[in-house]
């Protein structure tokens, strides 16, 4: 099981992906609440994977992004669809984009892993 | 000719005499001076004199330059040796220096400005005037040889080192009072704005020279003949310099009342904007002139309508003279010149401009009134945008985010159904139908503060009371007409009660606040006003400015009377507000959901 970690701050979705993720091949392994905790929570904690929102209350979701993709694998998410965040997402060092309505732990490893999907 | 007239001719005769009279005693006496000039030194005070009564009234400078004018000639009066009059004439004949003095340092209107200029005069006077009456009242001629027809005799203190001593003031007090004159007028020049220095320089430099020959007569030994003959005449020549200058500024205000005559002509023609002002300047003489135009609420404006304040400088070389013109107690304009300009002339040329001041005027506001709808309409713009993103924001935190946790919440429960785990199948539906809950209960505020359905359905009293109930203190609404009103009327009125109510929430503290709606034929008016700390300035936050615009929209006026610890009162009125005649409403079945076409509606229920 990979290893993952959630960056949303609104509380039900981390609820939700957290149960959707831990039945379908992630090992939820913390959440953070905004950028800087989710900074710290990937050196403390090491995950495999991030499941980065990218509006946050204290930073942008592709700031963070750039600052932690060096130590692991990040997937953004939102609300609203990637056409809404233009050619930032393409440049973002992030593995892909997943909205927030799509998410399943199959759609994550397809997004992570092509080649076996 | 009136009484004032006949006063002056009498001035003027009794001047002459006492000037060709007083000439004549020196001559028979024998004096040795330049005749000729000393009687048009003397004379040319007494003409400023007796014009300056004439024509400004109430100015100093005239009754000034009639004393200097009759201590001119005292002098020669002495020479007659009458034992009475010898002594005031001694003494008021030597105050012309110090009269000269206070008509340099007060010209124009013969007040002093400042305390030094009180002093340096009051000195002047003393070391003059004073010392000579010390002498007077202390010397006995008889000591010195005089034994009949002695001009004075001692009537208090007779005491010869006392005399001596004053002597010793009148003859060496120039060292002292030449240099406090010359830096009166320095400081006087540096104060001064560039009109009054372009009429008082010639004077001051008359009076810096004469004040020099002054000098140099105190150090030059006293003799009839050579040098200081020459100083004398000198001396005569320059003391006619400071009526010649007074007399001047006089003629050039009658000149320039002559160009009144011309400004009526030169307004009979078009001119493009601001030419007014042109015209005016020249007519003043003032190139810095300016024009401003009063509006309806109290404010300045400027002829191309953009927003002016009246100076406040009322002294130093940016000083400025503000003269309101008026038409009928009605405030049309502000004119804004320098102080020097004759007040006369300035009433002259406002009242010749009056016409076309009030043309201006209107111009002016409508400029205003443009650049106000123009920026009311750009902010109406920005508004717009703000509650797009305003929206779209509250729907992407709110209702959005609850609608993508419920998709999760639904794929677990699949998930969890399809794992055969009915017991976390029920958990799961129940969270996600209190999500979906909150979900439409927020979409129902967000669509509440786009338009109300209440508004539209019930109209503004059950509008209003609504809004009354969810306030964030109690609120008491009275007086709302029952009929309609035009949709655009409407929600005005109930956005204005809505941010009134959210800012009396937030900010005023109070503890109860209140709604009125009056309708007259003329107007709508409403009025929500509070109990709290009041202080609200309508200028600042866009809470209240997007509310104007809005009131302005519909062509109603918004005022917000506020004082600090009084409470607040939003009084919106908006004018020709006519009840509906004709609704157009959607109708409703009893669960609120629309049917069929809309029907007409009549107030008063008859469909």
């Given at each position: 099981m990979?290893?993952l ?7 039900g979705f981390r ?5 959707v993720?831990?039945?379908?091949g992630?090992d ?6 905004d950028g800087?905790s ?8 090491h995950?495999?994977?991030?499941l980065?929102?990218i509006q ?5 979701g592709?700031e963070v992004?750039?600052r ?9 998410t ?8 233009g ?5 973002s ?7 927030k ?5 199959a759609?994550m490893?397809?997004?992570l892993?092509?080649?076996?999907s | 000719?009136t009484r004032r007239?006949w ?5 003027a005769?009794a ?7 007083g000439?004549?005693v ?13 009687a ?5 005070f007494?003409v400023a004199g007796?014009v300056?009564?004439?024509r ?18 005292c002098?020669n009066w002495?020479n007659?040796r009458?034992?009475?009059?010898g002594?005031?004439l001694?003494v008021f ?5 110090a009269?000269v003095?206070?008509v ?5 209107n013969?007040?002093?400005a ?11 006077y003393v070391?003059?005037a ?7 009242l202390?010397?006995d001629?008889?000591v010195a040889?005089?034994?009949r027809d002695c ?6 203190w007779?005491?010869q ?6 002597e010793?003031v009148?003859?060496h007090?120039?060292y002292v ?6 830096i ?9 704005t560039?009109?009054q220095r372009?009429?008082?320089t010639?004077l ?22 050579g ?8 001396q ?8 010649a ?7 050039s205000?009658?000149?320039?009342q002559s ?29 810095s002139v ?12 400027q ?5 002016a304040?009246?100076?406040?400088d009322?002294?130093g ?6 003269t309101?013109?008026e038409?009928e107690?009605r ?12 007040p006369g002339?300035v ?8 016409m076309?001041v009030?043309?201006?005027?209107l111009?002016?506001q409508?400029?205003a ?8 309409r750009s902010?109406?713009v ?9 929206v ?7 209702a959005?985010?609850r ?7 639904m ?16 958990d ?5 139908s209190d999500?979906?809950?909150l979900a439409?209960?927020?979409?129902r ?5 786009l338009h109300?359905?209440?508004l539209?359905?019930?109209?503004l ?10 306030a964030?203190v ?10 309609r009103f ?10 204005v009660?809505?941010e009134?109510?959210?800012n ?6 109070a ?10 034929a003329?107007a ?8 709290g ?12 400015r ?10 109603g ?7 600090v ?5 939003v009084?919106?009125?908006?004018p ?7 609704v157009?409403l959607?109708?409703r079945?009893s ?5 069929g076409?809309?029907?007409?509606w009549t107030?008063?229920?008859?469909p």
């Amino acid at each position: 099981m990979r290893s993952l970690l959630i960056v949303d701050d609104h509380a039900g979705f981390r609820m939700w992906a957290r149960e959707v993720l831990r039945h379908e091949g992630f090992d939820v392994v913390g959440e953070a609440t905004d950028g800087l905790s989710a900074i710290d929570a990937v050196h403390d904690l090491h995950p495999e994977v991030v499941l980065l929102d990218i509006q946050l209350p204290d930073m942008s979701g592709f700031e963070v992004a750039e600052r932690i993709a060096a130590q692991t694998s990040v997937v953004l998410t939102s609300s609203r669809s990637a056409a809404d965040y233009g050619p930032a997402v393409v440049r973002s060092p992030a593995v892909g984009f997943m909205a927030k309505s799509d998410l399943t732990g199959a759609a994550m490893a397809a997004l992570l892993d092509p080649a076996q999907s | 000719m009136t009484r004032r007239r006949w006063a002056l001719a009498g001035i003027a005769v009794a001047s002459l005499v006492w000037a060709l009279g007083g000439e004549w005693v020196s001559i028979h006496a024998g004096i040795a001076e330049n005749h000729f000039l000393d009687a048009l030194a003397g004379l040319s005070f007494f003409v400023a004199g007796i014009v300056a009564l004439d024509r400004r009234q109430g100015n100093r400078i005239g009754p000034l330059m009639l004393a200097s004018g009759a201590s001119w000639f005292c002098g020669n009066w002495e020479n007659l040796r009458w034992p009475v009059w010898g002594a005031p004439l001694l003494v008021f004949g030597s105050a012309t220096a110090a009269f000269v003095a206070h008509v340099a340092l007060g010209y124009s209107n013969g007040r002093l400005a400042t305390r030094y200029e009180r002093v340096t005069v009051a000195a002047t006077y003393v070391g003059t005037a004073g010392a000579m009456l010390g002498f007077v009242l202390t010397d006995d001629p008889r000591v010195a040889g005089c034994v009949r027809d002695c001009p004075w005799a001692p009537v208090i203190w007779s005491s010869q080192s006392a005399a001596d001593a004053f002597e010793w003031v009148d003859e060496h007090g120039a060292y002292v009072l030449v240099p406090m004159f010359v830096i009166a007028l320095w400081l006087r020049w540096r104060r001064s704005t560039p009109a009054q220095r372009r009429y008082l320089t010639p004077l001051w430099v008359a009076a810096g020279i004469l004040a020099g020959v002054y000098l140099i007569s105190a150090i030059v030994p006293a003799s009839p003949h050579g040098f200081l003959r020459l100083l004398s005449d000198f001396q005569a020549l320059l003391e006619i310099c400071v009526p010649a200058v007074f007399l001047a500024g006089l003629l050039s205000a009658r000149l320039a009342q002559s160009a009144v005559g011309s400004l009526v002509v030169d307004l009979q023609a078009p001119r493009p904007t601001g030419e007014l002002r042109a015209l005016i300047a020249a007519a003043l003489g003032d190139p810095s002139v300016d024009i401003v135009y009063a509006v309806d609420d109290g404010g300045w404006i400027q002829a191309d309508g953009s927003p002016a304040l009246l100076p406040t400088d009322e002294s130093g070389p940016s000083a400025r003279q503000v003269t309101v013109i008026e038409r009928e107690q009605r405030r049309l304009a502000a004119l804004i010149h320098d102080p020097a300009v004759d007040p006369g002339l300035v009433r002259a040329v406002a009242a010749a401009a009056g016409m076309a001041v009030e043309n201006e005027r209107l111009h002016a506001q409508v400029r205003a009134q443009l650049d106000e709808v123009r920026a009311s309409r750009s902010r109406i713009v920005q508004a717009g945008d703000d509650e797009r993103r305003r929206v779209e924001r509250d729907l992407h935190d709110g209702a959005q985010q609850r609608l993508v946790t419920l998709s999760l919440a639904m794929h677990a429960a699949r998930r969890q159904l399809t794992a055969g785990h009915p017991d976390a199948v029920a958990d799961t539906l129940a969270l996600a139908s209190d999500e979906l809950r909150l979900a439409i209960d927020e979409l129902r505020e967000l669509a509440r503060g786009l338009h109300p359905v209440i508004l539209t359905d019930e109209g503004l009293g059950p509008a209003l009371q609504s809004l009354a109930d969810r306030a964030a203190v109690p609120v008491s609404v009275d007086r709302v007409p029952e009929h309609r009103f035009p949709p655009t009327i409407e929600s005005t009125v109930y956005f204005v009660v809505s941010e009134a109510l959210a800012n009396i929430g937030k900010y005023a503290d109070a503890s109860d606040a209140s709604i009125h709606v009056t309708h007259d034929a003329a107007a709508l008016i409403v009025e929500v006003r509070d109990n709290g700390c009041g202080g609200a300035d309508p200028a600042r936050g866009s809470g209240l400015r997007g509310l104007s615009d809005r009131v302005a929209a519909v062509n109603g006026r918004m005022t917000v009377v506020s004082p600090v610890g009084a409470g607040t009162t939003v009084r919106v009125v908006l004018p020709g507000s006519a009840r509906a005649d004709r609704v157009d409403l959607v109708q409703r079945d009893s669960t609120g959901t629309p049917v069929g076409a809309a029907p007409h509606w009549t107030p008063g229920g008859t469909p």
